[in-house]
C-alpha cells in the first residue's frame, strides 16, 4: 500500500510538473526583439522600427521541476520491467524541492529608434506558481513513523502563485565613455496586480501513548488577494464551506494592487581586429574577417507589489488522527445492520473535519517582491557570422543560487537566419531559430530542446523544458 501511495503521488507530481523561466536562449537571440525582457540593452543600429500583432508576437512556457518519473521508477536491464526504487528518489531530492509553474503572454510590443537610443514599448501577461517541498515530507511517507517522536516535525511546504499584468517601456543607447562604446539600457515597469495567494505550512506527527491512533498536523498561514470570499466558521465544515467569486468584472479589469519594478543592463565590444585569409585556388581570394569580444550583462526583475485589494490573512489548523477501520458493517450486503460503502468513505471524511480551524481576517495591504535574476555573457566573434560564448545566470531559487552555465554558439546568414545552439548544467542542449523574410520575422526557442518535444511521447521522464516562439514585423 505505501509503495502504491507514493507511485500515485510521483504520478500526480510529475504529470503536473512545473514550468519555469531560465530564457538562456532568449537573451542569446538579441535579434529577437522579446529578447529586451532579459537582455536589457540589446541594440541593433539596422532597426528603425517593429512591431507585433496581439499574444502571436511572444508566448513563452517554459519548465522546471526537481522531480523526475525515472528517480524512482527504475528499469531492470536483465527482463526490462519496471520496479521502485524509494532510495534513489530520497537520494535523488535537494533539501527542499520546488515545482514551479511559470508563462508569459505578450500582448502588445512596438519599438522604434529615438535620436541616437532604440525604445521598447511592451504589455505582458504574467502567471507564476511556486511549491516547495521539504524532503523529510517524502522520508515520512516512504519510511513510516519508527523514527519520529509525538509532535516531532516532519517538514515544511510552500506556496506562491501570483497573476500580473506589466506594462515597460526600455530605453537602450550607445554611450561612449573613454574612447570605449557602451550600450546600456533600463526598463521601467509598472504592475497590476490580479490575483496572489501565498501559504507557510509545517507538519508535525502526532501520536496517542499506547499508539491507538497515529496522524499528524498541519499548521498554516498566508495571504491572499483575490475577487474571492471565504464563507467558514471556526471549525472547518466541508458542507458549509463555499467560496464565491466575480472573475469577470473583479478579476481581469483590477488595477487596486500596483507594484513598480526595473531593469538595468549593459553591453560592450572590443574590436581585436580584422584577420586576412588567403586561399589559393585558380586565382587568390582574399576573407577579410572581424574579430571582436563581446560581454553582456543584465539584472531583471527588481521590485515589489503591493496587494490591497480584497486582500486577506488566513491562518488555519488541519489535523487527522487515524484510529483504523471498522468494516463490520460493510462487508455483507445481505447481513443485518449492513452499511453502504458510500456512508463509510463519508464517515472518514467527516473525521477530517473534528479538529481544525480556519481564521480568516481583512487586512489592508501586504507586499511580495520579485524574483531577481541576472546574466553575464561574453561571445568571441570568429567573424560577422560565427562567434562562441559563455553565459551564466541565476536560477529561479536565488539569485545567486543554482548557478546556471551555459556553452553557445550563433551562426548568422546576413538578417535571414539566425540559429544558436547551447549546452547548459546537465546535458541540456538548447536551440533558437529565427527566420526573417522583408519585414516579417519568426522565431522559436528551447532551452531544453529534446526534453521538450519529449513531452509529447513522454512526458512523465521529462524534468525542464523551455520553449518560447512568436513573430515580428521589423523594418
Not at 531593469?263 to 572581424?290: P, Q
Request: aromatic share 14%.
Amino acid at each position: 500500500m505505501v509503495y502504491k501511495n507514493l507511485k500515485f503521488l510521483l504520478f500526480l507530481l510529475v504529470t503536473n510538473i512545473s514550468f519555469g523561466q531560465v530564457d538562456n536562449m532568449l537573451f542569446l537571440m538579441d535579434n529577437v526583439p522579446s529578447s529586451r525582457n532579459v537582455n536589457i540593452a540589446a541594440y541593433d543600429d539596422s532597426t528603425k522600427f517593429h512591431f507585433a500583432f496581439p499574444i502571436i508576437s511572444g508566448i513563452q512556457a517554459s519548465l522546471n521541476s526537481d522531480f523526475k518519473y525515472d528517480d524512482i521508477i527504475k528499469i531492470r536491464p536483465t527482463d526490462g520491467s519496471k520496479f521502485l526504487d524509494p532510495n534513489s528518489f530520497i537520494g535523488s531530492l535537494r533539501k527542499r524541492s520546488h515545482i514551479q509553474i511559470n508563462a508569459k503572454i505578450n500582448l502588445i510590443r512596438f519599438g522604434f529608434r529615438f535620436k541616437d537610443g532604440y525604445v521598447n514599448f511592451s504589455v505582458d501577461e504574467n502567471m507564476n506558481a511556486d511549491l516547495g517541498i521539504d524532503r523529510g515530507v517524502f522520508q515520512f511517507l516512504i519510511y513510516g513513523n519508527k523514527t519520529y517522536e509525538n509532535n516531532q516535525g516532519i517538514g515544511s511546504l510552500t506556496s506562491n502563485f501570483s497573476h500580473t499584468r506589466e506594462f515597460s517601456i526600455s530605453y537602450a543607447k550607445k554611450v561612449e565613455i573613454k574612447n570605449h562604446i557602451f550600450d546600456v539600457g533600463i526598463k521601467p515597469k509598472i504592475y497590476f496586480g490580479l490575483g496572489n495567494f501565498e501559504s507557510t505550512n509545517t507538519i508535525n506527527y502526532r501520536n496517542d501513548q499506547n499508539f491507538s491512533s497515529i496522524g499528524f498536523d498541519l499548521r498554516g498561514s498566508g495571504n491572499i488577494s483575490a475577487p474571492i470570499d471565504i464563507i467558514s466558521g471556526q471549525k472547518i465544515d466541508l458542507n458549509e464551506f463555499e467560496i464565491t467569486s466575480n472573475l469577470e468584472s473583479s478579476y481581469i479589469s483590477n488595477s487596486k494592487n500596483k507594484g513598480f519594478g526595473f531593469d538595468i543592463g549593459a553591453s560592450y565590444e572590443y574590436d581585436l581586429g580584422r584577420k586576412i585569409y588567403n586561399i589559393r585556388r585558380n586565382n587568390d581570394v582574399v576573407f577579410d574577417r572581424a574579430r571582436k569580444v563581446k560581454v553582456d550583462f543584465s539584472i531583471v526583475d527588481i521590485g515589489r507589489i503591493n496587494w490591497k485589494s480584497n486582500s486577506k490573512s488566513i491562518n488555519y489548523n488541519l489535523s487527522y488522527q487515524f484510529n483504523g477501520f471498522d468494516l463490520t458493517n460493510h462487508i455483507d450486503s445481505i447481513s443485518e445492520g449492513y452499511d453502504f460503502y458510500e456512508n463509510f468513505i463519508q464517515n472518514e471524511l467527516d473525521s477530517l473535519e473534528l479538529d481544525n480551524s480556519l481564521s480568516i481576517e481583512d487586512q489592508e495591504k501586504y507586499s511580495t517582491g520579485l524574483k531577481p535574476k541576472f546574466y553575464l555573457n561574453s561571445s568571441f566573434f570568429f567573424s560577422d557570422k560565427l562567434s562562441v560564448g559563455l553565459l551564466m545566470n541565476s536560477s529561479n531559487y536565488g539569485f545567486f543560487k543554482h548557478m546556471n552555465v551555459t556553452l553557445h554558439s550563433s551562426f548568422r546568414l546576413n538578417e535571414i537566419i539566425r540559429l544558436t545552439a547551447s549546452l547548459s548544467r546537465g546535458n541540456k542542449i538548447g536551440l533558437g531559430l529565427s527566420l526573417k523574410g522583408g519585414p516579417f520575422q519568426f522565431y522559436i526557442l528551447s532551452d531544453n530542446f529534446f526534453d521538450t518535444f519529449d513531452m509529447i511521447s513522454n512526458p512523465y521522464e521529462v524534468k525542464n523544458a523551455n520553449l518560447h516562439f512568436g513573430t515580428n514585423f521589423i523594418f
